[in-house]
C-alpha cells in the first residue's frame, strides 16, 4: 500500500499544508517522532493525517460555513442519519458527551437545529436540523466530499477500499 504521507498528493509526515498553518504555529519537528515504536509512530501519523483531514478544522471551510468542527460533526451526524440524540452523536463521532453538548447548545442557539421531545427518554429529546440548517448541510455536503476524494486522490481504488 502506497503511504499517504508519501504520495506526491498527499501530506507529508509532520508537514501541514500552510493554509493549515496558522501563523503562530511552530514548524514542525521531525524529531518529536524519534525513538517511537512502529505501532506509536503509526498511531501518531493516523492522528496528524486524521486532523488535517477533519473538514472542521480547515480555516476555510470554518469561514467559509461557520461552522466549527465540533458542530460540524454535529450538522454532519443529523444531516447523514436524520433526527438523533445527542447521545448516539456521541457514539458515531467518538467525541466526549460536554463536546457535543456544547456543539447541540451553540447550533440550537444559532437555529440550525432543533430539539424535538423523545417519548422513550424525556431527558434526552432528538436533535434534528432546522430548514436553514439542512440548507447548510446541503452546501457543505459536496464540498466536504470534494475535498474527502483529494485527501485519498494518492491511493489506489483497492487501498481505499481496504480502508473502508
Known amino acids: 500500500m502506497s503511504s499517504l504521507v508519501d504520495a506526491p498528493n498527499c ?6 499544508p500552510q493554509s493549515r498553518r496558522s501563523p503562530e504555529s ?3 519537528n521531525p524529531e518529536i517522532t524519534a525513538g517511537m515504536s512502529t505501532p506509536a509512530h503509526i498511531a501518531y501519523q493516523m492522528t496528524i493525517v486524521a486532523n488535517l483531514m477533519a473538514f472542521g478544522t480547515n480555516a476555510e471551510n470554518v469561514e467559509r460555513f461557520g461552522l466549527s468542527f465540533r458542530q460540524w460533526r454535529v450538522v454532519g451526524s443529523i444531516g447523514r442519519t436524520g433526527p438523533i440524540t445527542a447521545r448516539q452523536i ?5 467525541q466526549d ?3 457535543v453538548s456544547r456543539a447541540v447548545a451553540e447550533l440550537t442557539a444559532r437555529r440550525l437545529i432543533r430539539k424535538l421531545p423523545n417519548t422513550l427518554h424525556k431527558a434526552s429529546p432528538i436533535l434534528a436540523l432546522t430548514e436553514s440548517g439542512q440548507a447548510l448541510y446541503d452546501r457543505i455536503l459536496p ?3 470534494s475535498q474527502a476524494a483529494e485527501h485519498v486522490s494518492c491511493l489506489t481504488d483497492g487501498e481505499q477500499r481496504l480502508l473502508c
Do not use: N
Open 26 to 28: 511552530p514548524p514542525a
Open 97 to 99: 458527551k460536554s463536546s
Open 143 to 145: 464540498v466536504w466530499e
Open 90 to 94: 456521541v457514539d458515531i463521532v467518538h
Open 11 to 16: 501530506y507529508s509526515p509532520g508537514v501541514m
